[in-house]
T-cell receptor, first 113, second 112 residues
Framework: DGGITQSPKYLFRKEGQNVTLSCEQNLNHDAMYWYRQDPGQGLRLIYYSQIVNDFQKGDIAEGYSVSREKKESFPLTVTSAQKNPTAFYLC????????????FGPGTRLTVL | GNSVTQMEGPVTLSEEAFLTINCTYTATGYPSLFWYVQYPGEGLQLLLKATKADDKGSNKGFEATYRKETTSFHLEKGSVQVSDSAVYFCALPRSGTYKYIFGTGTRLKVLA
């Protein structure tokens, strides 16, 4: 079955450490997105990529970094510069950079200890 | 730019009750409108969408009509079930971009 996988489901990190969240899709989608979800705030866009080897900052990119070396993979690194990293992180993709449906992964809950 | 306003929750209903979750928008032109649903501990999934004014999207008993006169896209269901308990998000594309605006989400709890 085609879909988006995110791993791990739960992630714990000590303050001051960088951590990388995985996002893989086998839908052959060009565009991929990373969102952060906090209670009562909906989804906020961190980074997005419309094509391999290209990505753009979203609304809250500070303290995060991404890469897009392969079409199917879009990992997100939460760096120690992110002041409040505890959140639920969602990866999404769409067939083409467009305003059509986005397909979401199951999410990773990151907790900073 | 485009924006969306969604009614605050939580909404608590008894099984078989009628559901309405309000969503209003401001937009340049007539972009597609979406409702996504998030079940506990999961990612979002598309519930329904409407691609032009006066369209009605429907899925799993849920409906929403794209009303340009009232700039609304309210989600309705005639008879909710316990399994409908989730968070519902209204969404639309940002003007001139391939990015989305999501509402803050409305939590629905259905009691047996």
């Amino acid at each position: 079955d085609g879909g988006i996988t995110q791993s791990p489901k739960y992630l714990f990190r000590k303050e001051g450490q960088n951590v990388t969240l995985s996002c893989e899709q086998n839908l052959n989608h060009d565009a991929m997105y990373w969102y952060r979800q906090d209670p009562g705030q909906g989804l906020r866009l961190i980074y997005y990529s419309q094509i391999v080897n290209d990505f753009q900052k979203g609304d809250i990119a500070e303290g995060y970094s991404v890469s897009r070396e392969k079409k199917e993979s879009f990992p997100l690194t939460v760096t120690s510069a992110q002041k409040n990293p505890t959140a639920f992180y969602l990866c999404a993709s769409s067939p083409y950079p467009s305003t059509d449906t986005q397909y979401f992964g199951p999410g990773t809950r990151l907790t900073v200890l | 730019g485009n924006s969306v306003t969604q009614m605050e929750g939580p909404v608590t209903l008894s099984e078989e009750a009628f559901l309405t979750i309000n969503c209003t928008y401001t937009a340049t032109g007539y972009p597609s409108l979406f409702w996504y649903v998030q079940y506990p501990g999961e990612g979002l999934q598309l519930l329904l969408k409407a691609t032009k004014a006066d369209d009605k999207g429907s899925n799993k008993g849920f409906e929403a009509t794209y009303r340009k006169e009232t700039t609304s896209f309210h989600l309705e269901k005639g008879s909710v079930q316990v399994s409908d308990s989730a968070v519902y998000f209204c969404a639309l594309p940002r003007s001139g971009t391939y990015k989305y605006i999501f509402g803050t989400g409305t939590r629905l709890k259905v009691l047996a």
